[in-house]
């Protein structure tokens, strides 16, 4: 089935630590997204990739760092230097960025840091 | 720049009522419209969305939107509220090409039904 994967569900790590969300689709899409989600702010935009190898800053990029090695991937960062981290991560996929298509999401990673 | 909101964050109806989420939107250019539902700890599912055409636009699970821009509004419905209709809902806005795709976001409106 085609869709897009993130794992973990949940993690937990300490604080200061630096941790890797993975974000894998297999529905050839050439754009990607993450967004951070907190309880009555809705998604905030991350960064967002519309190519391999390339991508952009989103609205509150600060503290974390992505990576667009392959096209079916698009992990996330999160650093030391984000100061609230605890939220829960969705990422998205879409055919065109830019365009009127669609973004898929995944299942979302919760991340909570001790 | 483009911006999103949705009023009331939570609703409340009874089983068989008529369902009414809010969307009011800014936009510097014709704007594309959506709405997602969001149960517990899942991700986001697309509901509708509005490009071109019709401004009512169907959706699955039998909502609809309508578009109005005098009103600048998308505001979501269902005749018939159903228990399983329960979850929160966002209505997004994308200036396509300009904002390279990038969907703005409400702040999310919780949807509860009453037996």
């Known amino acids: 089935d085609g869709g897009i994967t993130q794992s973990p569900k949940y993690l937990f790590r300490k604080e200061g630590q630096n941790v890797t969300l993975s974000c894998e689709q297999n529905?050839?899409?050439?754009?990607m997204y993450w967004y951070r989600q907190d309880p009555g702010q809705g998604l905030r935009l991350i960064y967002y990739?519309?190519?391999?190898?390339?991508?952009q800053k989103g609205d509150i990029a600060e503290g974390y760092s992505v990576s667009r090695e392959k096209k079916e991937s698009f992990p996330l960062t999160v650093t030391s230097a984000q100061k609230n981290p605890t939220a829960f991560y969705l990422c998205a996929s879409s055919i065109l960025a830019g365009f009127t298509d669609t973004q898929y999401f995944g299942p979302g990673t919760r991340l909570t840091v001790l | 720049a483009q911006s999103v909101t949705q009023l009331g964050s939570h609703v409340s109806v009874s089983e068989g009522a008529l369902v009414l989420l809010r969307c009011n939107y800014s936009?510097?250019?014709?704007?594309?419209l959506f709405w997602y539902v969001q149960y517990p700890n899942q991700g986001l599912q697309l509901l509708l969305k509005?490009?071109?055409?019709?401004?009512l636009v169907k959706g699955i699970n039998g909502f609809e939107a309508e578009f109005k821009k005098s009103e600048t509004s998308f505001h979501l419905t269902k005749p018939s509220a159903h228990m399983s209709d329960a979850a929160e809902y966002f209505c997004a806005v994308s200036e396509g090409a300009t904002s390279y795709g990038k969907l703005t976001f409400g702040q999310g409106t919780i949807l509860t039904v009453h037996p």
């Open positions: 509005y490009t071109t055409g019709a401004t």
């Open positions: 990739s519309q190519i391999v190898n390339d991508f």
């Open positions: 529905l050839n899409h050439d754009a």
């Open positions: 936009s510097s250019v014709p704007p594309y």
